[in-house]
Protein backbone atom coordinates (compact mmCIF):
# COMPACT_ATOMS: atom_id res chain seq x y z
CA UNK A 1 0.00 0.00 0.00
CA UNK A 2 1.82 3.58 -1.41
CA UNK A 3 2.07 6.45 1.41
CA UNK A 4 -1.20 8.94 1.42
CA UNK A 5 1.23 11.53 2.71
CA UNK A 6 2.42 14.25 0.62
CA UNK A 7 5.03 16.93 1.62
CA UNK A 8 2.85 19.90 2.63
CA UNK A 9 6.05 21.52 4.75
CA UNK A 10 8.27 23.90 3.70
CA UNK A 11 11.29 21.63 5.11
CA UNK A 12 9.83 18.38 3.25
CA UNK A 13 9.04 20.75 -0.31
CA UNK A 14 12.92 21.42 -0.32
CA UNK A 15 14.00 17.99 0.83
CA UNK A 16 12.09 16.77 -2.66
CA UNK A 17 13.40 19.90 -5.05
CA UNK A 18 17.06 18.89 -3.78
CA UNK A 19 16.43 14.70 -4.63
CA UNK A 20 18.82 13.77 -7.48
CA UNK A 21 16.94 13.71 -10.34
CA UNK A 22 14.14 15.27 -9.39
CA UNK A 23 11.46 14.27 -12.21
CA UNK A 24 9.39 17.88 -12.00
CA UNK A 25 12.40 19.86 -12.43
CA UNK A 26 13.78 17.44 -15.01
CA UNK A 27 10.59 17.52 -17.13
CA UNK A 28 10.25 21.35 -16.78
CA UNK A 29 13.87 21.77 -18.48
CA UNK A 30 13.08 19.02 -21.11
CA UNK A 31 9.85 20.92 -22.03
CA UNK A 32 11.29 24.80 -21.48
CA UNK A 33 14.52 23.22 -23.76
CA UNK A 34 12.71 21.87 -26.58
CA UNK A 35 9.56 24.87 -26.35
CA UNK A 36 12.28 27.65 -27.18
CA UNK A 37 14.07 25.41 -30.43
CA UNK A 38 10.18 25.15 -31.58
CA UNK A 39 9.79 28.65 -30.71
CA UNK A 40 12.77 30.02 -33.40
CA UNK A 41 12.40 26.59 -35.53
CA UNK A 42 9.11 26.38 -37.60
CA UNK A 43 10.24 23.12 -38.93
CA UNK A 44 10.24 21.75 -35.27
CA UNK A 45 7.36 23.29 -34.34
CA UNK A 46 5.85 21.70 -37.40
CA UNK A 47 7.02 17.67 -36.42
CA UNK A 48 6.27 18.02 -32.61
CA UNK A 49 2.97 19.25 -33.21
CA UNK A 50 -0.07 17.22 -32.54
CA UNK A 51 -1.75 17.52 -36.06
CA UNK A 52 -4.21 14.51 -37.45
CA UNK A 53 -2.94 13.57 -40.78
CA UNK A 54 0.69 13.24 -39.33
CA UNK A 55 -0.95 10.35 -36.70
CA UNK A 56 -2.39 9.02 -39.89
CA UNK A 57 1.01 8.25 -40.80
CA UNK A 58 2.00 6.29 -38.33
CA UNK A 59 4.21 9.51 -36.50
CA UNK A 60 2.52 8.30 -32.77
CA UNK A 61 5.16 9.75 -31.11
CA UNK A 62 3.22 13.10 -31.49
CA UNK A 63 0.80 11.80 -29.03
CA UNK A 64 3.50 12.41 -26.50
CA UNK A 65 5.60 15.33 -28.23
CA UNK A 66 3.28 17.78 -28.78
CA UNK A 67 3.15 18.37 -24.76
CA UNK A 68 6.72 19.61 -24.89
CA UNK A 69 5.91 22.41 -26.83
CA UNK A 70 4.24 25.55 -26.91
CA UNK A 71 2.28 28.29 -28.83
CA UNK A 72 3.89 31.18 -27.19
CA UNK A 73 6.27 32.02 -23.94
CA UNK A 74 2.95 33.01 -21.59
CA UNK A 75 1.79 28.95 -22.41
CA UNK A 76 4.81 27.92 -21.53
CA UNK A 77 5.23 30.29 -18.30
CA UNK A 78 1.58 29.27 -17.10
CA UNK A 79 2.06 25.60 -17.59
CA UNK A 80 5.94 24.88 -16.29
CA UNK A 81 4.75 27.38 -12.89
CA UNK A 82 1.63 24.92 -12.55
CA UNK A 83 3.72 21.74 -13.06
CA UNK A 84 6.66 23.48 -10.38
CA UNK A 85 4.25 23.81 -7.64
CA UNK A 86 2.36 20.79 -8.14
CA UNK A 87 4.58 18.30 -9.49
CA UNK A 88 7.43 18.53 -7.04
CA UNK A 89 4.88 18.13 -4.49
CA UNK A 90 2.81 14.92 -6.34
CA UNK A 91 5.84 13.34 -7.42
CA UNK A 92 6.81 11.95 -4.13
CA UNK A 93 3.34 9.74 -3.78
CA UNK A 94 4.04 8.89 -7.45
CA UNK A 95 7.89 8.01 -7.18
CA UNK A 96 6.19 5.14 -4.95
CA UNK A 97 5.37 3.18 -8.18
CA UNK A 98 7.05 1.23 -11.19
CA UNK A 99 10.80 1.65 -9.74
CA UNK A 100 11.17 5.49 -9.27
CA UNK A 101 9.59 6.17 -12.66
CA UNK A 102 6.16 6.44 -11.29
CA UNK A 103 5.37 10.37 -11.73
CA UNK A 104 7.38 10.20 -14.98
CA UNK A 105 5.10 7.62 -16.84
CA UNK A 106 1.59 9.44 -14.64
CA UNK A 107 2.72 12.84 -16.47
CA UNK A 108 3.69 11.39 -19.96
CA UNK A 109 0.24 9.27 -19.69
CA UNK A 110 -2.10 12.21 -19.26
CA UNK A 111 -0.73 13.80 -22.35
CA UNK A 112 -1.75 10.71 -24.32
CA UNK A 113 -5.05 10.88 -22.15
CA UNK A 114 -5.93 13.93 -22.16
CA UNK A 115 -5.73 14.30 -26.33
CA UNK A 116 -6.77 11.09 -27.32
CA UNK A 117 -10.78 12.28 -27.50
CA UNK A 118 -9.66 15.44 -29.18
CA UNK A 119 -8.09 13.20 -31.84
CA UNK A 120 -11.16 10.64 -32.34
CA UNK A 121 -13.33 13.84 -32.61
CA UNK A 122 -11.12 15.46 -35.07
CA UNK A 123 -9.08 12.70 -36.79
CA UNK A 124 -10.31 13.66 -40.27
CA UNK A 125 -9.90 17.50 -39.86
CA UNK A 126 -6.57 18.35 -41.00
CA UNK A 127 -7.58 22.23 -40.05
CA UNK A 128 -7.42 21.13 -36.43
CA UNK A 129 -3.94 20.64 -34.39
CA UNK A 130 -3.41 20.67 -30.77
CA UNK A 131 0.30 21.28 -28.49
CA UNK A 132 1.08 21.99 -24.60
CA UNK A 133 1.17 20.06 -21.52
CA UNK A 134 -2.35 22.08 -20.31
CA UNK A 135 -3.65 18.09 -20.15
CA UNK A 136 -0.99 16.53 -18.39
CA UNK A 137 -0.80 19.51 -16.18
CA UNK A 138 -4.32 19.04 -15.47
CA UNK A 139 -3.35 15.49 -14.37
CA UNK A 140 -1.35 16.61 -11.79
CA UNK A 141 -3.20 19.81 -10.04
CA UNK A 142 -6.35 17.54 -9.75
CA UNK A 143 -3.86 14.52 -8.42
CA UNK A 144 -2.83 17.08 -5.84
CA UNK A 145 -6.44 18.03 -4.76
CA UNK A 146 -7.42 14.94 -4.04
CA UNK A 147 -4.53 14.92 -1.27
CA UNK A 148 -5.20 18.41 -0.34
CA UNK A 149 -8.68 19.93 -1.09
CA UNK A 150 -8.51 23.36 0.50
CA UNK A 151 -4.91 24.29 0.33
CA UNK A 152 -5.23 27.78 -1.43
CA UNK A 153 -3.89 28.16 -4.94
CA UNK A 154 -3.35 31.47 -6.50
CA UNK A 155 -4.96 32.24 -9.60
CA UNK A 156 -3.60 35.82 -11.21
CA UNK A 157 -2.67 36.85 -7.17
CA UNK A 158 -5.73 35.30 -5.44
CA UNK A 159 -5.62 33.00 -3.29
CA UNK A 160 -8.69 30.11 -4.38
CA UNK A 161 -8.76 27.10 -2.20
CA UNK A 162 -7.66 24.33 -4.79
CA UNK A 163 -11.35 22.28 -4.18
CA UNK A 164 -13.37 25.89 -5.21
CA UNK A 165 -10.54 26.00 -8.15
CA UNK A 166 -11.55 22.76 -9.66
CA UNK A 167 -15.49 23.37 -9.79
CA UNK A 168 -14.79 26.77 -11.20
CA UNK A 169 -12.10 25.22 -13.91
CA UNK A 170 -14.55 22.69 -15.18
CA UNK A 171 -17.28 24.79 -15.16
CA UNK A 172 -15.27 26.86 -17.14
CA UNK A 173 -13.63 24.33 -19.63
CA UNK A 174 -17.03 22.86 -20.27
CA UNK A 175 -18.89 25.99 -21.17
CA UNK A 176 -15.94 27.46 -23.47
CA UNK A 177 -15.62 23.99 -25.23
CA UNK A 178 -19.46 24.30 -26.16
CA UNK A 179 -18.99 27.84 -27.13
CA UNK A 180 -15.90 26.62 -29.45
CA UNK A 181 -14.92 30.11 -30.49
CA UNK A 182 -11.27 29.50 -28.33
CA UNK A 183 -8.21 28.57 -29.58
CA UNK A 184 -7.66 26.66 -26.26
CA UNK A 185 -8.05 22.97 -26.08
CA UNK A 186 -10.53 22.78 -23.62
CA UNK A 187 -11.27 19.27 -24.29
CA UNK A 188 -7.61 17.97 -23.43
CA UNK A 189 -7.87 20.09 -19.86
CA UNK A 190 -11.04 18.06 -18.48
CA UNK A 191 -9.85 14.92 -19.61
CA UNK A 192 -6.50 15.57 -18.23
CA UNK A 193 -8.13 15.99 -15.27
CA UNK A 194 -9.98 13.28 -15.08
CA UNK A 195 -6.84 10.77 -15.52
CA UNK A 196 -5.42 12.51 -12.99
CA UNK A 197 -8.29 12.03 -10.45
CA UNK A 198 -9.28 8.00 -12.02
CA UNK A 199 -5.26 6.94 -12.29
CA UNK A 200 -4.74 7.72 -8.30
CA UNK A 201 -7.49 6.49 -7.04
CA UNK A 202 -6.74 3.44 -9.00
CA UNK A 203 -3.49 3.30 -7.22
CA UNK A 204 -4.48 3.95 -4.20
CA UNK A 205 -8.18 3.61 -3.38
CA UNK A 206 -7.63 4.88 0.49
CA UNK A 207 -7.09 8.42 -1.08
CA UNK A 208 -10.47 8.67 -1.57
CA UNK A 209 -12.30 8.28 2.01
CA UNK A 210 -8.75 10.79 2.55
CA UNK A 211 -9.95 13.08 -0.20
CA UNK A 212 -13.56 13.04 2.03
CA UNK A 213 -11.89 13.59 5.41
CA UNK A 214 -9.95 16.95 4.18
CA UNK A 215 -13.15 18.26 2.75
CA UNK A 216 -15.13 17.82 5.87
CA UNK A 217 -12.34 19.44 7.88
CA UNK A 218 -13.61 23.12 6.96
CA UNK A 219 -11.17 25.87 7.21
CA UNK A 220 -11.70 28.14 9.55
Not at 38 to 61: C, H, T
Not at 72 to 95: A, C, K, P, Q, V
Not at 119 to 125: A, D, E, I, M, P
Not at 210 to 216: C, Y
Request: contains cysteine; charged residues 10%; positive net charge.
Amino acid sequence: MARLDIPTSELELSYMLHLPFNHTITLILITCVISFIAFSKEKVMNRLIFWPPAIQRGEYDRFIAHGFIHADGTHLLFNMITLFFFGSIIESFYRQYLFDMGFVLFYLGGLIAAILPSYLKNKNNPRWASLGASGAVSAVLFAYILFEPWKLIFVFFIPVPAIIFAVLYVVYSVWSGKRGNSNINHSAHLWGAAYGVIITIILEPLVIPHFLNKLAQLPL
